[in-house]
């Protein structure tokens, strides 16, 4: 069955903009800064409120699927931070709900389990490519692959470079985190992919869809075994990793 047809240009029966204003989670406020960073990983509240003097833009971000608090820095008009959920649907639900309130500019900052031999905990991961094998991107009539055209990638590259081991590769957004198995990855590092989220390219595909500028920035926080015989998986990110890293990030677009 197809998922999404070139000739439907009808409306959603709810739409981000009318969830915004229905009773579900009415919101007084509705506008937002014209660029947001959207972090998907835990603990990024807690450095941006430890580093910076924030101040709350909204409560709860009125999105179907779960809600955020979104935070603004004081004397940075320009930029707010918010949580953007877990997996592609979340994901989704996030850039309507931002775009409705009139966003134009999204970062993803998040997470990659690394699986590819030259990557490291640590590292950094700035896709070039994003293999979509989850189920949300279908929707908006996108298929398997899609290639970044990212305006601050460059830049971005020179500036964690300068800190970090940062990669230009292809990565891959799985719904199915217990299907990644051995045979999968093996298949993965065949196309060039080294590592692996739940949000990426759902992210990216709407912000596509909607023509939106975006980036994404992946911190490697855990290194997959290559083989059944290789020392098992452990999960690798700390918050001391998180807090260089995303203060660098932060800095990198309000300065």
């Known amino acids: 069955m197809k998922w999404f047809f070139e000739e439907d240009n009808t409306e959603g029966v709810i739409t981000g903009a009318e969830h915004i204003k229905s009773s579900h989670k009415p919101v007084d ?10 972090f998907c990983l835990s603990k990024w509240d807690k450095v941006l409120q430890e580093n910076y003097k924030t101040k709350v833009l909204l409560e709860k971000l009125p999105r179907f699927c779960g809600t955020s608090v979104v935070y603004g820095i004081e004397g ?11 997996g592609a649907p979340v994901m989704a639900d996030t850039v309507e709900t931002l775009r409705a309130f009139g966003v134009e500019k999204l970062v993803l900052v998040g997470l990659a389990g690394g699986f590819g031999e030259e990557v490291a905990i640590g590292d950094i991961i700035l896709p070039n490519k994003i293999l979509s094998e989850e189920g949300t991107s279908i929707h908006y009539g996108f298929g398997d692959w899609t290639r970044l055209n990212c305006l601050d990638s460059k830049r971005l590259y020179e500036c964690l470079s300068n800190k970090y081991k940062v990669f230009e590769k292809p990565t891959v957004t799985t719904d199915a985190v217990y299907r990644q198995t051995f045979f999968k990855e093996k298949l ?7 590592g692996v989220d739940m949000e990426a390219s759902a992210f990216v595909n709407l912000c596509k869809y909607f023509d939106l500028e975006y980036s994404v920035v992946l911190r490697v926080s855990d290194k ?3 083989t059944q015989n290789s020392p098992k998986w452990e999960f690798g990110a700390k918050l001391d990793y998180r ?3 995303l203060t660098s990030i932060i800095n990198f677009y309000i300065t």
């Open 29 to 38: 406020k509705f506008d937002l800064p014209k660029n947001a960073m959207i």
């Open 224 to 226: 997959h075994p290559l």
């Open 188 to 194: 993965w590092r065949e196309l060039g992919c080294v």
């Open 243 to 245: 807090k260089e890293f």
């Open 76 to 86: 940075v008009e320009d930029w707010c931070f918010l949580h953007g959920g877990v």
